[in-house]
């Protein structure tokens, strides 16, 4: 038996998001290549935090979520690259995997203990915590934030 993860049908939005994909960067102009600081903004304790939890912050006008899994620490901007919903407030679910044979035949689902995804609360697509990746569509992905763990406090680096 094989397992194969479960891909959802996609809806036609997602072709919008793959096109600007192909199209590569924008074209970056001397003056936009000077960036601004980075600025660290701390997000609380470590043993604030469940694992797996997270917290949901404000820093300025962008929401950012910091997880907590297995001890590390991961952020995304909290919003979907579906539809920009508030992504990182969604469910926390194992993947869902379905157990096929060699004929493709099903034969149920079960749980990848080893991967937990956040599920977007207005269409339930669904996001890798670790990578910030759709497990169908590698290419779609949370927006990241570095984050640093020293002296027992969280940290997120933002412009
Ligand atoms: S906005 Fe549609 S699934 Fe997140």
């Not at 979520?65 to 969604?90: I, K, M, S, T």
Request: charged letters at 25%; glycine letters at 8%; one cysteine or more.
């Amino acid at each position: 038996m094989a397992f194969i993860g479960i891909a959802r049908a996609l809806p036609h939005s997602y072709a919008s998001i793959l096109d600007k994909d192909k199209a590569g960067p924008p074209a970056v102009s001397a003056s936009e290549e000077m960036q601004p600081a980075m600025q660290t903004v701390r997000v609380g304790r470590v043993d604030e935090f469940d694992d797996p939890g997270r917290k949901v912050i404000a820093v300025s006008d962008t929401e950012i979520g910091v997880f907590r899994l297995d001890g590390a620490f991961y952020a995304w901007v909290n919003e979907c690259p579906h539809q920009g919903g508030p992504v990182c407030q969604g469910r926390l679910f194992r993947r869902v995997l379905e157990v096929l044979d060699e004929d493709q035949s099903s034969h149920g689902r079960t749980w990848d203990d080893e991967t937990l995804h956040i599920v977007c609360p207005w269409h339930g697509f669904e996001y890798d915590v670790r990578t910030g990746k759709h497990p169908g569509m590698p290419d779609i992905a949370l927006t990241p934030v570095p984050v640093q763990v020293q002296d027992g406090e969280v940290h997120i680096l933002v412009d």
